[in-house]
């Protein structure tokens, strides 16, 4: 089946505006997560959905950043009041189910290139 | 708090050499390893996910090994081709999130 698709691959944005970004995780995973990767550097971790339900949500930057999952499927990560310093490359993962001593491998999107001028 | 960190941070290599990516984590407490491969303005593709239980896994051309006591993992690559140009990402599992390095960038020439 298809992998981890992400929607729009490019996003430009002035500063003060809000985005949405979209993640569609492959079918019948359990797990979804967000990442942050700015340039010349590994990923960092945002979020982390099991199902509906977001479980933790330790490394959001501040309460600019808001994620959901409602349906437990498609995920959107909204950033309200774009500032320059959220330019980043953001990337979703799914894996079919995490936690309780079970961490299957996290197959990873193409990313939403962020651009705020 | 777990910290990665991948030495080099960039490598260029000729076609057909045996390469060496490392990998260390400050705390030995992790369920697993993954290793990914991220081209230029793509996503990352996992390469191989060792578990904690583990101690190498395989595929194709490619061999990762987990020392979890030394906090170390290193990924082989034999025989490299141009097509393994990319940056080598290691991270590690401590609980649900991964936890990266900064990467190894690989050019090999031909």
């Known amino acids: 089946g298809a992998g981890v698709s992400q929607s729009p691959r490019y996003k430009v944005a002035k500063r003060g505006q809000d985005v949405a970004l979209r993640c569609d995780p492959i079918?019948?995973?359990?797990?979804l997560f967000w990442y942050q990767q700015a340039l010349g550097q590994g990923p960092e971790f945002l979020t982390y959905f099991q199902n509906e339900a977001q479980l933790d949500k330790s490394g959001l930057p501040s309460d600019r950043f808001f994620a959901e999952r409602p349906e437990g499927s498609v995920s959107t990560l909204k950033i309200q009041r774009t500032q320059q310093e959220d330019s980043a490359v953001y990337l979703c993962a799914s894996s079919l189910i995490a936690g309780d001593d079970v961490y299957n491998e996290q197959f990873f999107g193409p990313g939403t290139r962020l651009t705020v001028l | 708090k777990q910290e990665v960190t991948q030495i080099p941070a960039a490598l260029s290599v000729p076609e057909g050499e045996n390469l060496v990516l490392n990998c260390s984590f400050t705390?030995?407490?992790?369920?697993?390893l993954q290793w990914f491969r991220q081209d230029p303005g793509k996503g990352l593709t996992s390469l191989l996910l060792?578990?904690?239980?583990?101690r190498e896994q395989t595929s194709g051309r490619l061999n990762a090994s987990l020392d979890k006591s030394s906090g170390r993992s290193t990924l082989y690559i034999a025989a490299s081709q141009p097509g393994d140009s990319a940056t080598y990402l290691c991270a590690v599992g401590p609980g649900t999130a991964l936890i990266f390095g900064k990467g190894t960038t690989l050019s090999v020439s031909s």
């Open positions: 705390d030995s407490a992790i369920y697993n």
């Open positions: 079918s019948g995973h359990v797990s």
């Open positions: 060792i578990q904690s239980s583990q």
